[in-house]
């Protein structure tokens, strides 16, 4: 059986950093695409960062960029993201997917394993 957990959410001031990590279970994190997709409430999903497991290829949405950064696991290391400048408006419950191809995706119905998620508070 597929299954993912995430773990490292929590409460943090603006400006500060959290990093999440997605443990895997039942297949190889090296040969999956991974995102990291983040539901606020009242709003749709929002994948915020995506990772190949081909060439390592990241996508980040536009309001992380420069202070996100996503890294890509192995059977030994989960897979992380770094959470650095935090600020109110990336309060979300933060999702691992994964996709079973190389390449990531930008459209979360793309991804069909996910994990339970974890809270992100970030304080004003």
């Known amino acids: 059986e597929v299954q993912l957990m995430e773990s490292g959410g929590g409460l943090v001031q603006t400006g500060g950093s959290l990093r999440l990590s997605c443990a895997a279970s039942?297949?190889?994190?090296?040969?999956?695409?991974i995102g990291w997709v983040r539901q606020a409430p009242g709003k749709v999903r929002e994948p915020v960062s995506c990772?190949?497991?081909?060439?390592?290829?990241?996508y980040y949405t536009d309001s992380v960029k420069g202070r996100f950064t996503i890294s890509s696991g192995n059977a030994e290391t989960p897979v992380s993201l770094q959470m650095n400048n935090l600020k109110p408006e990336d309060t979300a419950v933060y999702y691992c997917?994964?996709?079973?191809?190389?390449?990531?995706?930008?459209?979360?119905?793309?991804?069909?394993?996910w994990g339970q998620g974890t809270q992100v508070t970030v304080s004003a």
């Open positions: 990772i190949s497991s081909s060439d390592g290829s990241t």
């Open positions: 997917a994964a996709r079973q191809y190389y390449s990531y995706s930008t459209n979360p119905n793309d991804y069909f394993a």
């Open positions: 039942g297949f190889t994190l090296d040969d999956w695409a």
